[in-house]
């Protein structure tokens, strides 16, 4: 059940993503937006005024962050831990990728010595 709220977060996520961009591109800047370049019927097209628009673009932005932190903690819960270290309080130091070297350096691995230098 949690891996299909974890996928529609996902969509939702997407979705949201990029009506942020369509929106943010309709705008007006100082030299004019997206919607500009389309004529009047740019901003005309979503049914929004300046103000429509700008509240658009807040709920959506907020859409946005709020399932990109519901997706956070949904899989932090489903995972259970860290992705640095586990419950056990190992962390990527403990696995052998230290200043010892890459994990399974000195097993069997032979680095030949650099050649002599001749004169």
């Not at 949690?2 to 996928?7: P, Q």
């Not at 056990?88 to 399974?104: E, I, K």
Request: aromatic share 6%; net charge negative; hydrophobic share 45%.
């Amino acid at each position: 059940m949690l891996e299909l709220i974890i996928v529609l977060l996902y969509i939702l996520f997407v979705i949201a993503a990029i009506v942020l961009i369509v929106v943010i591109l309709l705008q007006e800047g100082r030299g004019g937006g997206f919607g500009q370049a389309l004529g009047t019927s740019g901003s005309e097209t979503f049914g929004a005024g300046s103000r429509g628009i700008n509240t658009f673009t807040a709920t959506t932005a907020a859409v946005f962050l709020g399932s990109a932190l519901l997706i956070h903690v949904l899989n932090r819960q489903q995972t259970g831990g860290s992705v640095v270290g586990d419950d056990a309080g190992s962390s990527v130091l403990d696995q052998g990728f230290g200043p010892g070297g890459p994990a399974g350096a000195g097993q069997g691995i032979t680095i030949p010595a650099p050649p002599p230098d001749n004169p």
